[in-house]
C-alpha cells in the first residue's frame, strides 16, 4: 500500500513560480505522476518521471514551463512550475503507478494552485 501527499500549492499572479512536493510512505518505487483538474474540466496529465529518475516526461502545455524531479531518499516529487498561466489553475493530484501502462494506481489527495491574472 502507498500513501501520497501533496503540498505546495497557493495563490500565485500569473509569471510566478510554485514548487509541489508529493511525498509517499510505504513501497515507492514507482514510476511518479502529475496531474490536474480543473472546475468543469476533466483530469489531465501534467508530468512523469521513471522510478530511477532517468526519464521524464511532459504535456506539452507545461513543456519548458515545468520540470519534474524526484529524490528516492527522501520519498517525494518535485514539480517546479514556472512562468504561471491563469490556465494552470487546478488542482494538482501526485499518482505512484507505471508510465508504459499508463496506469496509475495510486494518487494523493490534491494540492490547489490558483494563478491570478
Known amino acids: 500500500q502507498v500513501q501520497l501527499v501533496e503540498s505546495g500549492g497557493g495563490l500565485v499572479q500569473a509569471g510566478g513560480s510554485l514548487r509541489l512536493s508529493c511525498v509517499g510512505s510505504?513501497?515507492?518505487?514507482?514510476?511518479m505522476g502529475w496531474f490536474r483538474q480543473a472546475p468543469g474540466k476533466e483530469r489531465e496529465f501534467v508530468a512523469a518521471i521513471r522510478w530511477s529518475g532517468g526519464s521524464t516526461y511532459y504535456a506539452d502545455s507545461v513543456k519548458g514551463r515545468f520540470t519534474i524531479s524526484r529524490a528516492n531518499a527522501k520519498n517525494t516529487v518535485y514539480l517546479q512550475m514556472n512562468s504561471l498561466r491563469p490556465e494552470d489553475t487546478a488542482v494538482y493530484y501526485c499518482a505512484a503507478g507505471a508510465i508504459a501502462l499508463m496506469d496509475w494506481d495510486y494518487w494523493g489527495q490534491g494540492t490547489q494552485v490558483t494563478v491570478s491574472s
Open positions: 510505504g513501497r515507492t518505487l514507482y514510476d
